[in-house]
């Protein structure tokens, strides 16, 4: 019955997009989320606990016996040369999209994978996680990656202007990156709201690179050359990641005031 | 915020030539500055006074993936080969995902593209060995995920953090059906929770894993008869019960968990036997009152 009913609801809204064309955007987005989710619903719900005993036994039969020496060195300490910053959400493991195998990423996952600036009284989380990772594991590479259709960047550029209820919590944390929507808004003014919001996934993560530069210890090990920052973008609609390096340059000097030969820049 | 580009820039000529084999060497415009002044000025400060310099971050706008546009980029495929190491690393790793998964499942990553759905919330510790797509093969779009050190849970009542706002969003919104807390052998987190010391010194590992206090205590309480390691291992999974209590202080959860709709979990992770415990919180059994212990139900082990 349910297969019947969720196949039938299915049809009606493939008809509703083919035959009505003047259905604003926002309808036919929720219109293709609907039949996305119905098509996950399944007449024999997957049992969660027997979801995750496959899922062990596979990773146990199929990496762990089969690698013991890695995972006898692992038992022993972990010595991950990168340090990823991702989202939370669903799509992005860095496990899967770089294929990170066990030791090789010390991993930090939150909304819109935002790195706010250092403030030893709040964010505390954030703040151990890199801690941790620069002084005790002596990460070389910090990666912050941002991602397409990203829930959290679509929540900072729309809120507060589209009048909802606050999130209690969701929206104390977006607004770190409101120097990223600020950037974009004045760039880009006059793009529709996706393209801004793709711009802004791409400027957040710069945000958090420049932010990830106020910790004491991160600029230290940059100073030093130990460390370098990257920023990343997957994008899952189109198939492609975008790599890049954040950069901070000291110049050489010059002497004030200036000599005659300096004139010729 | 933006500092204009000025054409006649003092520094331009002064500008140490990129002895790196860097890709985006030919990218590399000194004069685009796009940090905002506050960077400036808060490194200034840490910069020895005899040295006149100025801290210019080249990658900071949209203008920079332009750049890359501009030069044809299209994917990281384009990214000279005979540079950089981690350049090349993170490309080959790319391009394995795209041509194994990806491209092998074309409609799957279509719908993905629209909309996430995902039946379960993990949060799981940082720690390098513990991904949960790998240990628990996770696939794209099956699990929301949080991780943060020692995979801890603070109260409600602490305040907004990053873990409230993820909880707030994959309930509310998302409407996941399960939260599975992972701990695992040899946290580091949890290791640092135990051997903290009141000396007055503060660090933000110290200030984070406070959340678990608790947690030490009862370990303390119970396993006072144990080693150091012992009590750490102890303390991890104690850790886990009592992040699974906290997750209860949020009045939106605990009314799911009530009505049926969300069930809690834990699990622990032992990386040196390889194994896998499980177990899911048994709202009804669970007094809270009692100073936080609580009942679980349907206990797995797998080794």
Not at chain 1, 164 to 193: C, Q, R
Request: with cysteine; glycine share 6%.
């Amino acid at each position: 019955m349910a297969i019947q009913s969720s196949q039938l609801a299915i049809e009606q809204l493939k008809n509703l997009l083919r035959e009505k064309e003047e259905l604003n955007e926002v309808v036919t987005t929720k219109i293709e989320e609907l039949i996305v989710e119905l098509q996950g619903c399944h007449p024999h719900p997957i049992d969660p606990a027997q979801q995750i005993i496959d899922g062990f036994t596979y990773f146990k039969f199929n990496n762990f016996d089969k690698n013991p020496e890695l995972y006898e060195r692992l038992a022993k300490g972990q010595s991950p040369k990168f340090m990823v910053f991702a989202c939370s959400d669903s799509r992005v493991s860095p496990s899967v999209i770089l294929n990170f195998q066990p030791g090789e990423a010390f991993v930090v996952r939150n909304i819109a994978n935002i790195v706010p600036a250092f403030n030893q009284l709040r964010y505390s989380g954030v703040g151990a996680t890199i801690e941790y990772a620069i002084t005790a594991l002596k990460v070389k590479n910090i990666l912050v990656i941002g991602h397409s259709r990203c829930g959290g960047i679509s929540r900072l550029m729309s809120h507060p202007e589209d009048g909802s209820i606050p999130f209690d919590f969701i929206d104390d944390w977006v607004k770190i990156g409101l120097p990223a929507k600020t950037n974009v808004m004045k760039e880009y003014e006059g793009y529709d709201f996706k393209e801004q919001c793709n711009f802004c996934e791409l400027e957040s993560v710069n945000n958090s690179l420049v932010n990830l530069h106020t910790y004491p210890y991160v600029d230290r090990e940059i100073r030093n050359k130990n460390l370098a920052l990257l920023g990343g973008y997957y994008d899952f609609v189109n198939g492609e990641f975008k790599l890049w390096k954040y950069m901070s340059v000291v110049t050489k000097p010059i002497t004030i005031p200036l000599k005659t030969n300096d004139l010729t820049i | 915020m933006a500092i204009p580009s000025s054409i006649s820039d003092p520094f331009a000529s002064k500008f140490l030539p990129s002895s790196i084999s860097d890709p985006f060497a030919s990218s590399y415009q000194p004069s685009r500055i796009s940090v905002p002044v506050k960077i400036e000025q808060t490194q200034l400060t840490t910069l020895r006074r005899s040295h006149c310099s100025t801290l210019k971050a080249s990658m900071g706008s949209p203008g920079f993936t332009q750049q890359l546009n501009n030069n044809k980029l299209e994917t990281l495929a384009d990214v000279k080969d005979d540079r950089d190491d981690i350049f090349n690393d993170l490309k080959d790793r790319f391009l394995s995902f795209k041509k194994n998964v990806y491209m092998a499942n074309p409609e799957q990553f279509e719908n993905l593209a629209k909309v996430q759905v995902p039946k379960f919330m993990v949060i799981a510790c940082a720690d390098s060995r513990v991904c949960p797509s790998s240990i628990l093969g996770f696939q794209p779009g099956e699990a929301f995920t949080i991780r943060n050190i020692a995979n801890l849970v603070p109260t409600f009542e602490s305040g907004p953090s990053e873990v409230n706002a993820a909880l707030e969003f994959s309930v509310n919104t998302l409407q996941v059906e399960n939260i599975l807390v992972i701990g695992h052998s040899c946290c580091g987190g949890i290791r640092a929770l135990m051997g903290m010391e009141d000396d007055g010194n503060t660090s933000f590992i110290k200030s984070w894993v406070t959340n678990a206090k608790n947690a030490r205590v009862k370990t303390k309480a119970a396993a006072s008869n144990l080693d150091f390691d012992g009590q750490c291992s102890h303390c991890e999974k104690v850790s886990i019960n009592h992040s699974l209590v906290n997750l209860l202080t949020y009045p939106w959860i605990k009314e799911k968990v009530e009505k049926e709709e969300l069930s809690i979990h834990g699990g622990y992770y032992d990386f040196v036997n390889c194994s896998f415990e499980k177990w899911t919180l048994d709202y009804r059994g669970t007094k809270l009152e009692e100073n936080g212990r609580i009942a679980i139900k349907n206990k797995v082990f797998w080794y």
